[in-house]
């Protein structure tokens, strides 16, 4: 069975779909800001929320720390400046996580880097993410894997092979995993999504937790891939698309993530149990709408019945079109007139069995 605890939440294939806001670097470098995020993420009914943890010295090689990065995104001279001015520290981490526990709300990372993932360790975070571009980074995956807490990782631009020797890597030192459907492209466009891969990958790991992390703009795809098997969604989240930043563009804003945990929440209510049955809501409009036997004519007591002198009309609170053969052959043992409706108890036993 497929199943993935987050925080004593439990996902599998039953549940409601996991919602994760990923705000990522959104919050520009201000706590209150990013409390101002986690709020109102919470507000929209979204699961948890993520963050991205970066050391950026150990990340970057030192020229492209050093490369100048001017323009209206950038928070510094150059890029590793503009990393650095985003990124939060421990005091930082710890104030997010006691303002989440306040609020019920669940918080974790990604791991860009070992240090990064001891940094979240020490954290006692409640999962780890691993993003697209370190599904191929087996020792950061490894090290991630061995602090026994549930990993979701993403699979942009990868191969099904890529997948699976990550998987081959992770299983053995921890099974709670989940892997996520992703196009590593910001904004993904519809036709990039390759929806397809989330049946792909819920057939060759029958155990796992399987998701999409969406970077299309719109909501209408995640509600596709709960139809299709996901049960983690993760969407970036900003408060305003115009806010400073590359990822806000293509971010939710709170009308929009509050939207998408609504669709989600309905589609899994519709698509219902699969058994075919009337429903109790159905009764009234059906009743409307169909039919019942009737008199076509005024008939006399030992008349026998036949199909021109029966018609079906609305409402359907008599006996069903479905029982015209069982009446036609049967004697009258009462008069009808038009419009009568044609019960068993009026006809004759023995006729038209």
Do not use: W
Not at 49 to 56: E, I, Y
Not at 216 to 236: C, F, P, S, T, W
Not at 301 to 311: F, R
């Amino acid at each position: 069975m497929r199943r993935l605890v987050i925080d004593q939440t439990v996902v599998s294939d039953d549940s409601e779909c996991y919602v994760i806001a990923e705000v990522g670097h959104n919050h520009q470098g201000d706590v209150t800001k990013c409390k101002e995020l986690f709020r109102v993420a919470k507000e929209c009914g979204v699961d948890a929320v993520k963050l991205q943890k970066r050391d950026n010295r150990a990340l970057y090689t030192r020229a492209m720390f050093d490369k100048p990065y001017d323009n209206e995104n950038s928070f510094g001279a150059t890029y590793g400046e503009h990393r650095e001015a985003l990124e939060f520290g421990r005091d930082e981490y710890l104030e997010l996580q006691r303002f989440c526990r306040e609020i019920g709300l669940t918080l974790f990372a990604t791991a860009f880097d070992e240090p990064s993932a001891d940094f979240l360790a020490a954290l006692d975070m409640p999962a780890y993410k691993i993003a697209s571009g370190d599904l191929k980074s087996l020792p950061l995956v490894r090290r991630v894997a061995a602090i026994g807490r549930p990993m979701i990782v993403s699979t942009g631009g990868a191969t099904l092979e890529d997948v699976i020797r990550a998987y081959d890597v992770i299983m053995p030192i921890n099974p709670q995993l989940c892997f996520l459907q992703c196009t590593a492209a910001y904004p993904a466009s519809p036709e990039d999504l390759n929806l397809r891969v989330i049946a792909t990958l819920r057939t060759r790991f029958p155990e796992l937790v399987v998701g999409l992390s969406d970077h299309e703009n719109g909501i209408a795809m995640a509600v596709a891939a709960y139809v299709l098997g996901a049960r983690v969604i993760e969407k970036h989240f900003t408060l305003n698309h115009t806010m400073k930043g590359t990822d806000h563009a293509f971010s939710l804003e709170p009308i929009g993530m509050r939207k998408l945990v609504r669709d989600l929440r309905r589609t899994r209510a519709a698509l219902g149990t699969g058994i075919k049955c009337p429903l109790p809501s159905e009764q009234g409009p059906l009743q409307k709408m169909g039919k019942k036997l009737v008199a076509s004519r005024a008939l006399g007591v030992g008349h026998v019945l036949t199909a021109a002198d029966v018609a079906m009309k609305s409402p359907a609170d008599g006996l069903p079109p479905t029982c015209l053969e069982q009446v036609v052959g049967r004697t009258l043992t009462r008069p009808l007139q038009p419009d009568d409706n044609i019960t068993f108890e009026i006809l004759a036993q023995g006729e038209a069995e």
